[in-house]
């Protein structure tokens, strides 16, 4: 995959994740872009040999039935605590990932902006 594929989807991933209240992005020290809220990440994404890679925070009943799906599988070293990662993900993948995304923030988040969100959203 070319490393232009990967900025665009680097993007795409950022525009979701900082358009939610109090996220940030850092680099880590594996050099992955790593959004964060409160001190917690819910979102890693980088490159690797195999192109683009996005991990998000999961429970285990959402985990179980995203890795039943074909594009799916579980984040190395931290996908015991819930985490899932997609490869390439293309097109259609996105609107799913955009409420996974959300999803994840929502987990990782403090309870003031959780309810914040929740009325905001009305879910």
Known sequence: MKSQDTAGMI?????ICLALPEA???IDGFGHNTFKINGKSFVISGESEK??????K???ETQE???QKEHFSKTPYIGRHGWVSIQNPNGEDWVELK?????????AAPKRLVKKWMELHKK
């Open 58 to 60: 999961s429970d285990r």
């Open 99 to 107: 409420d996974l995304i959300q999803e994840a923030y929502l987990r």
């Open 11 to 15: 993007e795409k991933v950022r525009n």
């Open 51 to 56: 192109g683009f890679s996005l991990s998000f």
């Open 65 to 67: 039935l995203l890795l």
């Open 24 to 26: 940030a992005e850092i």
